[in-house]
């Protein structure tokens, strides 16, 4: 206990004296700066890439990309990115594909239906379907008109994700993930309440936390801005609400937890809105947890504390795309809508030629008397300006002040950028909506392997993060015996280890192919197999080959001994197609008496008109 203590100590130390230098440094980190280098994984400096503002940079810059305001000036240190890039100055995300790079990987890793009674996914078709191990919990003998009884295991699932709003939030996860690199699921327990829920935690507002090496948390100090409960008057109300800075302390040590929480660095009951006092401390409190409610997760491991985000690769070759894409399409608006502008007086200067894109090396415009805005010595301001040099000399004649472009090349310049960065994601390239509509589904499924075996790559760092904060609800519901969760029975001492706990998620398809894609392949695997049990190939042996689990194949072949006794049963009362039934011939039909006589080849028609019937 004293060295949790120690510990939590040394927390609290940066707020140990909460004065106007820790406020000016908490309104910094919301403004926030950007620096290159924050954006790299230096070998020569791996601590940097864990450093609370180097993680800050990198979640607002790809934050911005996935928004498509990564040039905008609503950021103050966008001019800081045109100007370490060089860009173009009225660069827009004409080609950014960030947008459509999160969205995949968030419907991809929990999109599609949920089934919220936590089935499998047989029944139902389920977005996150659960798997029990056999033997979790023994089923009770039904009775033939008897309904099945719900396992306690899917009923306190199905109960934690209706309390968590788990319907939507399960997008939200996955897409704060793929853009920042980081993020986390807490087990939120709600005494008052009675309930548990799963929390999606912004990465943004974790500055700290330790892990061990198989990636368990074992403390984290989370700040944050939120509404202050001590205002008198009601917040939200006015342009600029009063607001306080929020930290919670969590500590671990493997059989409780103790926590605390501070507003504005003094100890604080958010939960009681009480103050801590010199005798009494409401913040802080200790409960028998066996693990740490945070989970973090990391989008692509990089080894750190924090991860990479999906945007990483090809961030820098979609600005690049983004400029040349913005240069033909700022060239095509002058050539259409420059017109030519003609002044009636003599200019008394000659205004400043336009030499840079760049706010920096642009001069000021020399302004001349008598002359308003939009005319001789206006600044350019709008990306569709043109720039006038006005020349003192009698014989000047007008020209068009816009130069040539060959736009054939500008264009496939960028779209040999777009190539590239479309390379760089196998899922946007196997995107059925890149095509023409009528690929077929074995060619988009060869398009698709290299999509799938990303997207299960990413999948297999979520699905085994939210199995552990699914435990961790169920367990704090069950120790507690609270409604949903009641019929679930845990073992003393076993912690998320136990038994009754057991579930995994189920493997499923990806969300890109049709159902006429997937009996398409269906079609193509058993064609194989009718083909490899002719060459003398046992049908189990294939189905091991070609990824079959023992549970599957006992499944397969149990189901196809039930036909062939229902079928050896019922085989003498059902003739097969072309074939007799037992007992004789099929009989005849007769014809109907208003049907034409039937005529044999050759034979004369019965009216008498001596027309032969032709074969």
Partial sequence: MAKMADRVSKLRVPYSLYDLKTWAAGLLSRVGFYKRDDLVLNPDDPLRWDDVEARRTRYRFYQAMYDGTIYSDVHPWAKDVRKDGNLYRWIRPVKNQAGRIVECQSENVWGGNLDLEAGDGVGVPSAIPIAIPKGNEPDPEIGPDEEIPVHPLRRGISQLWKDSNWEQDRLVCPRKGATHGDVGLYCEVDEVEQKVRIRVVDAMSVTWLDRKCNGEVIAYRIDEWRFDPEVTKAPGIGPHPQQAQYTEICICDGTRCQFETLRNGVDYDWANRRLGTAETSYGKWTRPYPFNPLVWINHIPTGH???????????????????????????????????????????????????????????????????????????????????????????????????????????????????SVIDLYPEIKADPAVGNGETSGRTLRIAQKKAEHKLETRRNVYDPALVRVQKMCLWVGATNDWYGYEEIVLTSGMGLDDPALAHTIKKRPILYVGKMDDLEEQKAFWDCAQVAVNSGYELVSFLRDNGWDKDKIDTFIADKTKMAKLKQKLGPQIPAPGQSPPGGSPPTPKESPLAPPTQKVGQTSPNGTGVQVRG
Avoid: C
């Fill in 305 to 419: 504390m924090s991860g990479a985000s999906e945007l990483q690769l090809g961030a820098f070759k979609m600005q690049e795309g983004d400029e040349s894409a913005s240069h033909v399409g700022d060239f095509i608006r002058k050539v259409l809508t420059g017109g030519w502008m003609i002044n009636t007086r003599k200019p008394s200067k000659t205004t400043r030629k336009r030499t840079s894109d760049t706010p920096e090396d642009e001069m000021a415009a020399e302004s001349a008397s008598g002359d308003s805005a939009g005319h001789v010595g206006a600044a350019i301001t709008n990306r569709g300006d043109i720039s006038i040099l006005w020349v003192d000399d009698p014989n000047a004649r007008a020209m068009q002040l816009v130069g040539a472009m060959p736009l054939g090349d500008a264009i496939r310049h960028y779209q040999n950028m777009d190539a």
